[in-house]
RNA sequence: GUGGGUGUAGCUCAGUUGGCAGAGCACCGGGUUGUGGCCCCGGUUGUCGUGGGUUCAAGUCCCAUCACUCACCCCA
């Protein structure tokens, strides 16, 4: 048997109502702050990602699915929405339509990860971008629109986070202090955070050890060593979530795992997702138009995993049930069924119909596996006789029906209600 | 890439010191019922994840392998 590909899944009903409706209700939230949706493609030029994202962070050094194309060149399924969208603004030109573009995608992205609980290689997000806009007031806009969606689809017990990562300006020397205070306490560090010393020592902040956690304790934050500029920006930002009155906690020891990312950095937790506890992190990244081309324009923007998402609120698509089952029995039943039940549905009508001559006893079962709000019975004793009975499910009131009179007295008997 | 846990019917799972592969649900037929649900009778469904090994005999013991899962790592 051939089988999926590990850390794919297969969407299936009735989960994939409820990953339409969570998909619907972001679109609604969004479109009335004035995000439009864009559908880059799933597959790019490896250097976009190894550009955008940064040549030596885990995502493009080990998790990108890379192959070469018929001529040799190197594509990448996109490991993350945002390095697609920036290059499709670049390459449209959407800069010259409008100072601001804001959009929003929806879709798959796949990273070469050992799959676990909220963790697939391919999985899915909701993505928002806000471009050419320098905040502070959007980044807090952003946000709250964010949280908004998550309070329309009834979800609440999360915890943001905010921080500031500083820009090129005072980014390096905020390096420098960690790393000083770091390198003095290099022996009471686990064996990853020494590597990262070298290779990404912002990482050991959020490093998961005991041992790092207290030594982390008393490492510089991000938030003393900014510039005078991301200074007030920062302010600017948290002003502006008391104005809305959105509550968060500051957490220094926020950063974030692509390159891209300046100053604003956030991130959306709960503890209801065993490892995998973030389910929305995003952040401002003022200097990835320029890096990739394109002019320099500041950006913010967040993703959101829909797994992780759904694993939270659950099934919350309303449940759907058919209008009629046709019960039809007998070869002159199902040919009289056949034609009735396409005559039903073009009417508008959600019917369902069995086509194998099968006991009543079955087929009413499988009307109430269905749901179905009536039954029409349709059997050989009935047709003679020139009529069909209908039955409704809910009060089991029943009636017959001239089968000359069919659909029209049906749909206008099943209107009623 | 590194660890732990789990693989038996469509689903949830039993299976004793190694001795004829099982239950419940689901599905199909029948009985009962006012024509479905509740109840009763009967029936269908298996590469015991896969491949080796030990043994008279392996779902059970040993080795390998694959899949799933959780955690590390990483991130949404």
Redesign the pocket.
Known sequence: MI??I??TRDLLPPEVDSWAFLESMAREVFSRFGYKEIRPPLMEWTELFARGIGEN???VEK?MYTFPDSQGRSISLRP?ATAGVVRAYIENKLYAANPVSKLFTIGPMF?H????????RQ?H?INVEAVGDPGPAIDAEIIAMGLWFFERIGLRDFRLSLNSLGCPDCRPDFKKALLSFFETRESRLCE?CRR?LNKNPL?ILD???PTCREVVQGAPATVDHLCSDCGAHFAKVREGMDRLGIDYDLNPLLV???DYYTRTAF?VTTTRL?????????GRYDGLTALLDGPATPAIGF???M??LHLLVGDLAPETRPDLYVAALGEAGLDRAFALTHALRKAGMWVETGYED?????R??????LGAKH?L?LGSEEIEKGKA?L?N?RN?E?REVDLASLPESLLSLLGEE
């Open positions: 089988q999926r590990k850390g962070t885990d995502v998790e993350e990273r990860e050992r799959p676990q609980k909220g963790r697939f999985f997000q990853d990262r990482r490093c998961k050890v974030r795992g692509l991130e065993g490892a995998q506890d973030a389910f929305m992190g995003g993703a959101i995993g797994e992780r099968k006991s009543l006893k079955s009413m079962k499988q009307a109430d596996r039954v019975i009975v039955r499910m089991k029943q």
